[in-house]
């Protein structure tokens, strides 16, 4: 198993406090081999195997505990006898109807360390979600960064095998079992993982019994990442292809791709009037890989490929992030962490003009501005604006 340390590292911060750990994230990005890290970097620090309660509800032995009665009774016959704290480890929870109703009891009764995981983001919402309100701490997690793909690769970050290594991650995402796969096998493993998303998590669970709008749905959205859109601008070009559908319809779809991890909402925020626009959102899938799977494989449509990863590291990086509207030119994000801000423009390539950076420049504040491109140039700034180069930029400490 890769160590992933920086959310391993997350996890045993909170060890032993009151609060819940959860893990949340789309379909195999990592959720169940972090915790089995978590489990054994407790079995080496002298917990004993009887006090660690694990259950992975996707596992044969478990699958048939699908109500919080039979959750309530495999744990009863699974507590030691001992008065020792208790660590209960539950792998892929939402399968269990009311599983918030148990996990709290065990909260309240015992003297325990709870660490959960998900695939969907309605686990954490709704009326049963309030009784672990404020007691939990999110850990989100994203397939792997460039910098845990050179890991994995045993590639080293200052050699030239870097630049070559972006290639492929850029093509083929970092979704683990896909890195470690030969390429021979990479995109039917992607194609996998997708059908499992849209087709268990998205559309069984949400009683979707056509998925054809939903899959038209994804590769729209996966063709256009990056690019200002809403619902009845989707519904109407899908109508003009032949799909027959709705901006009811669209609009709840939207929200069942954004509930399990596979695409990301960002909101505009007008930077002068200090306020989000209620218009036209942009939409960013999860993974490089998972967006070429979703077109077809087609090539081409670069920059918007580059923003996806810019994003996603983001988001990665632990920042809230937004699109900037400065008057009636963008800036492609606002990235706020405490009390920090950056202004990040994209381009593939530098333009013979100054238009990036001019729109950077034309914010008047002094928080930092930088310019993420994808192509190496040996230029570090242009009118005090900050150039980075992609592979430069993912590898920052």
Request: aromatic share 12%; charged share 25%; with cysteine.
């Amino acid at each position: 198993m890769f160590k992933r340390e920086f959310y391993l590292n997350q996890i045993v911060k909170f060890k032993d406090t009151d609060f819940i750990k959860v893990l949340t994230g789309v379909r195999r990005s990592g959720k169940s081999v972090l915790m089995m890290l978590y489990k054994e970097y407790l079995e080496k620090n002298g917990v004993s195997n009887d006090n660690i309660i694990y259950m992975n509800f996707e596992d044969f032995t478990y699958q048939t505990i699908t109500t919080d009665e039979k959750f309530r009774t495999a744990i009863q016959a699974r507590l030691p006898k001992n008065s020792n704290k208790i660590y209960f480890l539950f792998d892929e929870i939402q399968a269990v109807e009311n599983w918030q109703k148990v996990v709290n009891g065990l909260r309240v009764s015992f003297d325990s360390d709870i660490t959960i995981t998900g695939s969907n983001a309605d686990m954490l919402s709704g009326e049963l979600a309030t009784l672990i309100s404020g007691r939990y701490i999110e850990i989100p997690i994203y397939p792997l960064s460039f910098r845990e793909f050179l890991s994995v690769k045993e590639i080293d970050r200052n050699s030239r095998q870097a630049d070559r290594a972006y290639s492929e991650y850029e093509k083929y995402g970092g979704f683990p079992s896909v890195v470690l796969a030969n390429e021979e096998l990479k995109d039917t493993i992607l194609s996998g993982i997708f059908d499992t998303i849209v087709l268990n998590d998205v559309a069984l669970r949400s009683g979707i019994k056509d998925a054809e709008v939903l899959k038209a749905l994804i590769g729209f959205l996966a063709d256009n990442v990056g690019q200002l859109v809403n619902a009845s601008k989707i519904a109407n070009t899908l109508k003009s292809e032949g799909i027959n559908t709705s901006v009811h319809t669209i609009n709840r779809y939207l929200n069942l791709l954004e509930a399990g991890y596979l695409f990301y909402r960002v909101q505009q925020y007008d930077i002068r009037g200090r306020e989000y626009l209620r218009t036209n959102g942009k939409y960013f899938i999860v993974d490089s890989g998972m967006r070429r799977n979703a077109v077809g494989r087609k090539e081409g449509n670069y920059s918007n490929r580059l923003e996806n990863i810019v994003f996603m590291e983001l988001l990665r990086r632990g920042y809230t992030v937004d699109v900037g509207r400065l008057a009636d030119k963008e800036i492609d994000f606002i990235a706020k962490k405490l009390d920090e801000t950056v202004y990040i423009q994209v381009s593939y390539e530098l333009p013979n003009n100054t238009h990036e950076t001019d729109n950077l420049n034309n914010i008047k504040d002094n928080y930092k501005k930088v310019l993420v491109t994808g192509r190496y140039y040996e230029v570090e700034q242009i009118d005090g604006i900050c150039i980075k180069y992609i592979v430069d930029w993912l590898l920052e400490d």
